[in-house]
Structure formats: C-alpha cells, structure tokens
C-alpha cells in the first residue's frame, strides 16, 4: 500500500565540518540506557515502577533522529541530556512508533526544530485523544513532574506517509514501516539496514500482554510480526520492555494464536463472549505482567478474528 517518501539531507555542507561527540559507554548516560552498537542507545523509561516505553537515540554525523520521546516528561528529560552528552548535534528528526501519549511526551522539548514523523492519521488521533485533565494529574504526581512539565505543548507530527518512507541521515538510513492499526491507529517500524537493528513499535511485546483494541485485527498483527521478523534484525527493541531478537514475534504470535484456538473452542461450545471471558484459562501465559486484566478484553478481538474466517 502507498508509495514510498525519500528525504535527504546534508548539514555537513551548511555548517562545514562535523565534530560527533565521543564514543560512550551507556552508563555515561544514566542507569535507564543501553547500548545497542555505536551511536545507537535506547532508554527504558523508570520514572514510575511501571513505566516500561523505549525511547531510541540514534547518532549520525548530521544530527540525531529519536525513536520515540519518553513514557513521561520525567523520562523524557532525561533523553535530552543523554543526547546532550554524545553530541554537540542538534535532535534533527523524531520518528514516532506510536501515537499514544507514553511514547511522545517529550516532543516540545525538541520539536522544533525537529521534525516530527509517523503514519497517516497519527496527528488526528493524538489531538482527539489528548486529554488536559491528565496534564494536571501528572502535575500533581509529585514536584519533580510539576518541573518536568513545563512548557509542555501537545506537538504532532509534521511528517505523515503511508506504506514506507525512507530517511537519509548522514551515513545512516531509515526505512519507516507502516503498520497499520495494529496497536494504536498509526504505528511505525523503524529498521536500520546496514546496522539490523529494528525499532519494532508495539505490535509485539515480550513477557507481558498488550490490550488489543477494538480498531486492531489479530490477522493484521500477525502479519506485520512476520513481516518484521522476515527482516532478520540482530536486536529487535519493542516499544515497551528490554531490547531483544526475532523470538519476541514467535512469543507473541503464539499467544494470539492460542488466544483464537481456546476462543474458538469455547464458541463451538456455545458459550457467550461473557462467559468466555470468565473461564478463559491460559496458565503459560497468566503470571505474565497485564496477563490477568488484559486477556479477558482480548477475547473480543479473538471473536473478531474468528467470525471474520480467521482460524489458526
């Protein structure tokens, strides 16, 4: 679907020489960052005891482009001054994998001038959905919050595409996948050819379950996750939890499939979807984190799937 956008740049030639900072240890960061290779850094937000979104921090010789802008504000500061310690470059581009607010808190602190991308429909949905009354609940969390929150401003993307978009920045490139609405109602994987690290949006998570909504079709989840794994990334980073590797794809289509089966058995046996959601019973998978609220209300979209044809 769509075509394809290129966008390239060349800083180096407006300001001459380009001077990166110093090659550095993760824990030159801060405590919430891991080194993925050179350049290449991801942020798993620890403002809460809950908080689990990724934030990527990618350095070229023509400024740093950001997956994602941190879970809070608190979080989302802190990427500011890690990006601030590997570089003297400016944040040139933001690629959202999501529109929900965990992943893009941050933006005013950069945007502009950096240029904010994600999938088609992903402003609209960030602007009907942005709720003023959760600012000011997170003001009131605590006085570090309250800080953290200034100057915030709800900033949507500039840049929306459709099907894939690539992005040239100095020696790196970005290939932006659309997947659809398969966690929120616009989502981009971003893959990194020469280097094989894939920025794997929220499809898929690994050792804990996603609420499935009602705009997301199991099927179309399925697909991108094979999509994705078909690239044979060597680290796969999730939009919530720790970097890992292609098994995150053969863990979770495995759980939607044995969602569907178990489902489907209990509708041949009559049962209405209230009582499905009541007996569901998948011990390999309820001691995982959300597992306990989370399965019941993917049911409704294992019934989905099953009465449009789809049968694992």
């Not at 980073?237 to 890992?244: E, F, Q």
Request: hydrophobic share 40%.
């Amino acid at each position: 679907k769509g075509g394809t956008v290129k966008i390239r740049l060349s800083f180096a030639a407006l300001c001459g020489a380009v001077l990166l900072g110093p090659s550095m240890y993760a824990q030159d960061l801060g405590p919430h960052f891991t080194k993925i290779q050179d350049g290449i850094y991801v942020q798993t937000a620890k403002s809460t005891p809950q908080a689990n979104s990724n934030s990527g921090i990618v350095v070229t010789s023509e400024g740093v482009v950001l997956i994602d802008t941190g879970q809070t504000a608190i979080d989302s500061r802190e990427v500011a001054a890690a990006v601030k310690k590997l570089t003297s470059q400016p944040v040139r581009f933001i690629i959202d994998t999501e529109t929900h607010p965990d992943h893009s808190y941050g933006h005013f602190l950069f945007s502009p001038p950096a240029v904010i991308i994600n999938a088609e429909g992903a402003g609209d949905e960030m602007r009907s959905s942005f709720n003023p009354k959760r600012m000011t609940d997170l003001e009131n969390q605590s006085p570090e919050m309250r800080e953290a929150l200034q100057g915030f401003r709800l900033i949507t993307p500039q840049i929306e595409y459709k099907g894939k978009m690539t992005l040239h920045v100095g020696e790196r490139t970005f290939e932006l996948l659309d997947l659809g609405t398969t966690h929120s109602l616009a989502n981009t994987a971003v893959w990194l050819p020469k280097e094989r690290v894939l920025f794997a949006a929220s499809v898929a998570v690994e050792d804990q379950i996603n609420t499935i909504r009602p705009h997301t079709n199991i099927p179309d989840m399925i697909a991108m996750m094979k999509m994705m794994k078909d690239l044979n990334a060597e680290v796969v980073i999730p939009g919530h939890g720790a970097p890992t590797t292609n098994k995150m794809f053969d863990f979770y289509t495995g759980f939607l499939e044995a969602l569907v089966r178990q489902v489907g058995k209990m509708m041949d046996e009559g049962k209405s979807v209230d009582q499905i959601k009541a007996e569901i019973n998948m011990p390999e998978y309820e001691n995982l984190q959300g597992a306990k609220e989370r399965i019941p209300i993917d049911v409704d979209a294992a019934v989905r799937a099953i009465k449009s044809g789809y049968r694992p």
